[in-house]
């Protein structure tokens, strides 16, 4: 029986997942980049990044018509898991934009980072408008009070060229560019 495992594998590995799978996409520059924002804090810690279920999942959804369900989009994937994903893409985005030194958690360095940015999403969706909506709040804290805390909540909306996937992609990256902005000017001197 043992002989035969080998084949078993291999008989598995072929039935494996090939559907395409989408990273959170960044825009093209269409602009030279702005100067990088001076921020209240030198360090910022982005929590992980809270989504909806259906939002979290793997699978990339839509709307098909106005008020309706949200579908999955045949055979289309995101590449990571979508919290995780978000999260990194907004650390990432902040620190390429502003003067702090930004990590997503767990923070990497020994003293801990003066504010930390909690983003917690009520609606990530792919609309039949052709926008694909971001909202919910984000919270920003300081144990020290380097700066004033506060709930911000946001609401944002960015046209997609398509419903495809990588459509879909395209305007989650720009959504979470367009958050990762806010937060940033929220933090701004």
């Not at 994937?77 to 650390?91: F, I, N, V, Y």
């Not at 923070?107 to 940015?117: D, F, G, M, S, T």
């Not at 792919?126 to 144990?143: E, K, V």
């Not at 805390?149 to 989650?172: C, H, K, L, Y």
Request: hydrophobic share 50%; aromatic share 4%; proline share 7%.
């Amino acid at each position: 029986m043992t002989r035969f495992a080998p084949l078993l594998l291999l008989a598995l590995a072929a039935c494996g997942d090939n559907d395409p799978r989408y990273l959170i996409a960044t825009p093209p520059a269409t602009e030279a980049p702005a100067a990088r924002a001076a921020l209240r804090v030198a360090t910022l810690e982005v929590r992980q990044v809270s989504l909806p279920a259906y939002a979290a999942a793997d699978q990339i959804l839509r709307e098909e018509e106005a008020g309706g369900a949200l579908r999955p989009v045949k055979s289309a994937l995101w590449a990571d898991e979508p919290s995780r994903a978000m999260t990194q893409r907004l650390a990432d985005r902040i620190a390429a934009t502003s003067t702090a030194e930004v990590a997503a958690e767990p923070w990497p360095l020994a003293r801990p980072a003066q504010a930390e940015v909690d983003v917690r999403v009520s609606e990530l969706a792919a609309r039949a408008d052709g926008r694909l909506h971001l909202n919910g709040q984000f919270a920003i804290s300081s144990y020290d009070m380097v700066v004033r805390e506060r709930i911000v909540p946001f609401a944002i909306a960015v046209p997609m060229n398509s419903d495809a996937p990588g459509a879909i992609a395209q305007a989650t990256g720009a959504a979470v560019n367009a958050l990762a902005a806010r937060i940033t000017g929220t933090l701004a001197r």
